[in-house]
C-alpha cells in the first residue's frame, strides 16, 4: 500500500472539512475519504514504499523546528482526469512549498516509485473533498462547496506519515516538538 506525508489543521478546520465531507455524503455521493477513517490533511508526497523507520526520525526532526503555519483555503478546484477530485486549494506560500519540497526529498532517501504528481514542479497544495468521480458527480460535490465562504483561515500544526486505503496512520508529529 502506498504511504504519504500529510500535513494536519486545528481543530476547528478539521470540523469543517469533517463537516463539508458529511454534508456531501448526506447529498448522496460516496466518497471513500470518511469511510476510510481519513483525517482531513494536505498531502505533501506519496510513494509506494517507505523505510518507516528511517521518515519516522526524518519527520520527528522537521516537526520539531516547526511553528504551526497559517494558511488558508482560497479556492475550490477539480482535478479533471478520468476519475475526478474535487479540491478546496491553498493559498501558496514559501513556507508550506518549503516543507513540501524537503520532505520529497526525504522521501527520495528513504522510498520507492515517488508519485509524479507530488515532484515540487507538480504539486497543487489542496485538501480533497471527494476522489475517483465521474465529471457530474465533481460538479455537484464542487456545487455543494460554493457555499463555504472564502478565505478560509485555519493554522497546519502537524506532520505524519499514513499508509492508504485504507488508510492507517503511523506517526503524527506535532509542530513545535
Not at 506525508?5 to 448526506?26: G, K, M, P
Not at 508550506?96 to 514542479?121: G, I
Not at 497544495?125 to 457530474?136: A, D, I, V, Y
Not at 464542487?142 to 503511523?170: M, Y
Request: aromatic residues 12%.
Amino acid at each position: 500500500m502506498p504511504f504519504a506525508i500529510e500535513l494536519f489543521f486545528d481543530d476547528s478546520s478539521d470540523e469543517l472539512i469533517r463537516d463539508l465531507w458529511r454534508r456531501i455524503a448526506e447529498a448522496g455521493f460516496t466518497s471513500f475519504l470518511p469511510e476510510n477513517r481519513n483525517i482531513p490533511h494536505v498531502t505533501l508526497t506519496v510513494c509506494e514504499e517507505l523505510d518507516l523507520a528511517r521518515a519516522r526520525l526524518m519527520i520527528a526532526e522537521l516537526a520539531s523546528t516547526m511553528a504551526p503555519m497559517d494558511q488558508a483555503f482560497v479556492s475550490i478546484g477539480i482535478f479533471p482526469y478520468q476519475y475526478q477530485t474535487v479540491f478546496l486549494g491553498l493559498r501558496s506560500s514559501e513556507p508550506l512549498l518549503d516543507v513540501q519540497k524537503y520532505c520529497y526529498a526525504m522521501l527520495r532517501e528513504c522510498a520507492c516509485k515517488t508519485w509524479r504528481f507530488y515532484s515540487p514542479e507538480q504539486w497543487v497544495p489542496h485538501c480533497s473533498l471527494g476522489m475517483e468521480l465521474t465529471r457530474q458527480e465533481a460538479i455537484a460535490i464542487a456545487e455543494i462547496a460554493q457555499d463555504l465562504t472564502f478565505p478560509i483561515e485555519f493554522t497546519i500544526k502537524g506532520i505524519g506519515i499514513v499508509e492508504f486505503r485504507p488508510e492507517r496512520i503511523h506517526f503524527i508529529a506535532p509542530f513545535g516538538g
